[in-house]
């Protein structure tokens, strides 16, 4: 699905990656689960590009549901897949922490443990390679996806920022969809290792002239920067 010029959406409000496409190639922002991968192909197929067209991944952080078919794209193209160094274990199958208990809903959190699992999630491999990003940069990528480091979710984190498509992705650093609760808006994500680091990171969007800010789970956002955090600030105090 496209979302505006060179960027498309692949997924849907439960799990998304998304695709910046420039003249010069493609970049894939996070790679959901693996039964995605037949959505990828469907949508370059729909925009009439080849898979070899994707120059490489970048991953918001390393958390399964969001390395997805990585691996397989990596191997087979043999392109880079770049994640925050403090989350490179992690994508490359390390176990992460446990997570303080979240509040959950019966059918919501039914509705995503069945579609996930429909989509692969008991049988994601683990990156065999990635490359580490350090601080902030701006990645030799279509798109010149630029790097912000935004520890909390994981201590690897990051947003990545596409001034081009006037984007910036948060991965799980927050959601407007709760996967466990099936409540929506601008909120903490669930499965977070530190929350209060988490919200704090938030902060370091201010300022970006951006028209989406767009989530691994949930709707993307297009209310501005401030507008957002204003509202996940206020779910926050309930």
Same mark, same amino acid.
């Given at each position: 699905?496209?979302?505006?010029?060179?960027?498309?959406?692949?997924?849907?409000?439960?799990?998304?990656?998304?695709?910046?496409?420039?003249?010069?190639?493609?970049?894939? $922002?996070?790679?959901?689960?693996?039964?995605?991968?037949?959505?990828?192909?469907?949508?370059?197929?729909?925009?009439?590009?080849? $898979?070899?067209?994707?120059?490489?991944?970048?991953?918001?952080?390393?958390?399964?549901?969001?390395?997805?078919?990585?691996?397989?794209?990596?191997?087979?193209?043999?392109?880079?897949?770049?994640?925050?160094?403090a989350d490179a274990d992690r994508a490359k199958g390390a176990k992460p922490p446990a997570?303080?208990?979240?509040?959950?809903?019966?059918?919501?959190?039914?509705?995503?443990?069945?579609?996930?699992?429909?989509?692969?999630?008991?049988?994601? #491999?683990?990156?065999?390679? $990635?490359?580490?990003?350090?601080?902030?940069?701006?990645?030799?990528?279509?798109?010149?996806?630029?790097?912000?480091?935004? #520890?909390?979710?994981?201590?690897?984190?990051?947003?990545?920022?596409?001034?081009?498509?006037?984007? $910036?992705?948060?991965?799980?650093?927050?959601?407007?969809?709760?996967?466990?609760?099936?409540?929506?808006?601008?909120?903490?994500?669930?499965?977070?290792?530190?929350?209060?680091?988490?919200?704090?990171?938030?902060?370091?969007?201010?300022?970006?002239?951006?028209?989406?800010?767009?989530?691994?789970?949930?709707?993307?956002?297009?209310?501005?920067?401030?507008s957002l955090i204003a509202s996940y600030r206020s779910a926050e105090a309930r």
């Open positions: 699905m496209q979302l505006s010029p060179g960027l498309h959406r692949i997924g849907d409000d439960i799990v998304a990656a998304h695709l910046i496409v420039a003249d010069d190639g493609i970049t894939l $922002v996070d790679a959901a689960l693996p039964g995605y991968h037949r959505d990828l192909l469907r949508e370059l197929e729909r925009i009439g590009r080849p $898979v070899t067209d994707i120059r490489g991944i970048v991953l918001t952080h390393g958390d399964s549901d969001h390395i997805g078919f990585a691996e397989r794209l990596r191997t087979e193209l043999g392109i880079p897949v770049f994640v925050g160094a997570t303080p208990p979240d509040p959950k809903r019966l059918l919501p959190m039914l509705g995503f443990l069945l579609h996930a699992a429909r989509k692969g999630m008991v049988r994601i #491999p683990p990156l065999g390679e $990635v490359r580490p990003v350090e601080g902030e940069q701006v990645l030799d990528l279509p798109g010149a996806p630029r790097i912000v480091p935004m #520890p909390g979710h994981s201590p690897g984190s990051v947003a990545v920022h596409v001034p081009g498509v006037r984007a $910036v992705f948060v991965g799980d650093e927050l959601t407007t969809r709760n996967v466990l609760t099936g409540r929506v808006g601008p909120q903490p994500a669930p499965f977070t290792d530190d929350q209060a680091t988490s919200s704090a990171s938030l902060d370091l969007l201010r300022g970006l002239d951006v028209d989406w800010v767009i989530p691994g789970h949930g709707a993307p956002w297009r209310g501005g920067v401030d």
